[in-house]
């Protein structure tokens, strides 16, 4: 049990509360924070429509606790989205992509009125890049883009024995300078067969709630 992880969840919920109504829709992201924001999500389930979630493991926990679930593709607004973090900066640009749920999570976050992110003290950093950087990839493009990214400065290593819940890998890249989270975002994208990477600054929370211990 993490006290940090609980309380952010706890405070995401007095947040959001105010703003939900009976078809209001909430955006889900992915991790162990999550985990707790679902199940203090589940307690109000009364008080609003569903949820879109930004990945398998996330549904199942929200089906199993009686909320349900909806296709992005079949609302029309996700009223706020809540997600974690791997790192986040002091303007809110994050890493994330640990679980390997990012791609869909940035289409989630991008697709909702608001994010809000909740997080421990011990993924606040000054410079994006001590945690690996997470870059979804198309299996038969892996070495290719492995190689392009090299050309940037980076070290990709391939994450073992995992496939996305899209069916494809992950490279964790080490070594990055990432002073433009902005720019570093859109230039690995830029690579064919890259689906997405993990870097969260062109989508960024509008609001983060650090959990207290
Ligand atoms: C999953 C993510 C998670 O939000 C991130 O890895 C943080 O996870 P946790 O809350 O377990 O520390 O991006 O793809």
């Known amino acids: 049990m ?29 991790g162990s924070t999550v985990n707790y924001f679902i199940e203090e999500l589940a307690k109000i389930k009364h008080t609003f429509k569903g949820a879109v979630s930004s990945s398998d493991a996330s549904t199942q926990l929200l089906e199993k606790l009686g909320v349900e679930v909806f296709e992005l593709n079949d609302v029309n607004e ?54 690996p950087l997470p870059v979804e990839v198309l299996i038969k493009s892996r070495s290719y883009v492995a190689r392009e990214i090299v050309k940037i400065g980076g070290t990709p290593e391939l994450r073992k024995d995992f496939l996305t819940d899209q069916g494809n890998q992950i490279l964790d890249v080490k070594d990055l300078k990432i002073e433009n989270p902005s720019l570093l975002e859109q230039r690995i994208n830029l690579i064919p067969g890259v689906l997405d990477n993990g870097i969260f600054a062109n989508c960024k929370p509008q609001k983060v709630i650090v959990g207290k211990d």
């Open 2 to 30: 993490s006290n940090s992880k609980l309380n952010a969840s706890i405070e995401a919920i007095e947040y959001i509360k105010s703003k939900i109504d009976i078809n209001s829709i909430i955006g889900v992201g992915t």
């Open 78 to 131: 996700i009223l706020v989205y809540v997600d974690g973090a791997d790192e986040v900066d002091a303007d809110h640009h994050l890493i994330k992509g640990g679980g390997g749920a990012h791609t869909r999570e940035k289409i989630v976050a991008s697709a909702s009125n608001e994010f809000v992110c909740i997080v421990d003290n011990s993924k606040l950093v000054h410079i994006l890049g001590n945690f």
